[in-house]
């Protein structure tokens, strides 16, 4: 069993910067892709983030230059910088990890969500 823990969320004024971490825990072989996506009240869920276990980062065009996606291989985690943070960026965060288990087996885990407000 495999688990995803979010924790960084919280209320910041524009402009204003955030870092968010998800670390994974359990029966893992290896981690492949690891991302951040984010649902808005009334949207879709979207991506934000993504970072593969080797190989360049990937972000969505609204957050390109003021978010920064890193991974630790070595702890499960990844972390998401968040800066210069505006009104719209407001919503849940998730963590999302493509999980090889110790039975070879890969499967996609969603973390439980963060909400990060932005606001004055």
């Known amino acids: 069993q495999v688990q995803l823990v979010e924790s960084g969320g919280g209320l910041v004024q524009p402009g204003g910067s955030l870092t968010l971490s998800c670390t994974a825990s359990?029966?893992?072989?290896?981690?492949?892709?690891m991302g951040w996506y984010r649902q808005a009240p009334g949207k879709e869920r979207e991506l934000v983030a993504t970072i593969p276990s080797g190989g360049s980062t990937n972000y969505a065009d609204s957050v390109k230059g003021r978010f920064t996606i890193s991974r630790d291989n070595a702890k499960n985690t990844v972390v998401l910088q968040m800066n210069s943070l505006k009104p719209e960026d407001t919503a849940v965060y998730y963590c999302?990890?493509?999980?090889?288990?110790?039975?070879?087996?890969?499967?996609?885990?969603w973390g439980k969500g963060t909400l990060v407000t932005v606001s004055s």
């Open positions: 999302n990890a493509n999980i090889r288990s110790n039975l070879y087996i890969d499967l996609n885990y």
């Open positions: 359990g029966s893992i072989f290896s981690i492949n892709a």
